[in-house]
């Protein structure tokens, strides 16, 4: 099988990095083809839409949000923070792909999936009128 892999971190350094290699190390041993994309700070190496479309199923190993999502719709996904596939690679690929095999897997594009995440309202305290001095009035009003 065939699978597209994203990876990215918050610093999209180092385990960027070894997510995408510990995803192609175990997609090796396991014999499936796995092809991944790293995003981060030192840049993307974007996949091919040929790439993409040959693929059975994606893998975002991210903690952010995936620059370009829409180039995989359609496809069956999975979605774990990066830390999970430098731990458990193995079990991600054999989970997406007994997902897609059984159809299961959620697409991309389906639903809210393909929607980037939008950004929390803040919470806004009313202004309270402070008394003078230094400490705003923190030891009472005289």
């Given at each position: 099988?065939?699978?597209?892999?994203?990876?990215?971190?918050?610093?999209?350094?180092?385990?960027?990095?070894m997510?995408?290699?510990?995803?192609?190390?175990?997609?090796?041993?396991?014999?499936?083809?796995?092809?991944?994309?790293?995003?981060?700070?030192?840049?993307?190496?974007?996949?091919?839409?040929?790439?993409?479309?040959?693929?059975?199923?994606?893998?975002?190993?991210?903690?952010?949000?995936?620059?370009?999502?829409?180039?995989?719709?359609?496809k069956?996904?999975?979605?774990?923070?990066?830390?999970?596939?430098?731990?458990?690679?193995?079990?991600?690929?054999?989970?997406?792909?007994?997902?897609?095999?059984?159809g299961?897997?959620?697409?991309?594009?389906?639903?809210?999936?393909?929607?980037?995440?939008?950004?929390?309202?803040?919470?806004?305290?009313?202004?309270?009128?402070?008394?003078?001095?230094?400490?705003?009035?923190?030891?009472?009003?005289?």
């Open positions: 099988m065939k699978i597209v892999a994203v990876t990215s971190c918050i610093t999209g350094i180092a385990h960027t990095y997510a995408a290699e510990s995803l192609e190390r175990a997609g090796k041993k396991l014999g499936h083809e796995v092809i991944v994309e790293t995003q981060g700070s030192a840049g993307s190496n974007p996949l091919k839409q040929e790439v993409i479309d040959a693929a059975d199923a994606v893998i975002f190993a991210v903690d952010l949000e995936v620059k370009g999502r829409d180039r995989f719709n359609g069956p996904y999975i979605q774990v923070g990066v830390a999970k596939a430098i731990n458990g690679s193995a079990g991600l690929i054999n989970t997406v792909l007994e997902a897609t095999a059984n299961t897997a959620a697409k991309v594009g389906d639903g809210a999936s393909a929607k980037p995440a939008a950004p929390a309202a803040e919470a806004k305290a009313p202004k309270e009128k402070k008394s003078g001095g230094l400490f705003g009035g923190l030891f009472g009003k005289k």
